[in-house]
């Protein structure tokens, strides 16, 4: 099994991606594979990420969103973002609610209470 880090913060905005970032550059100065993983991010910054095998959809063929974070972290890797690095991207759309993107393609809008309705479903999209 691979030896994996992972980043704790109890705050936004606070830093954490950008310390990410630079570890994941620091890791790949020294030979070390890594990839970013987020599995469920908030932000309405988004980026172009490949969806591997996707070969048609709403999207273009092949391309879908992820958090801005990661694709930043996905460059400092040196690798090319992908949105299995951010399977789950909530992009707030009012005081209650948000768009819901799901492995890189809108799934649709969700209320805060629905969307807690939603999180189990989301798990097979995190972990497959």
Known sequence: MAKAIMLQGTGSDVGKTVLVAGLCRA???RGLKVRPFKPQNMSNNAAVADIPGDKAGENRAGE???????WLQALACGVRPTVHMNPVLLKPQSDIGSQVVVQGKVLGEARARDYQAMKAALMDAVLG
Request: no cysteine; net charge positive; hydrophobic share 20%.
């Open 64 to 70: 879908g969103e992820i958090g801005r974070g990661q």
């Open 27 to 29: 890791a790949k100065n």
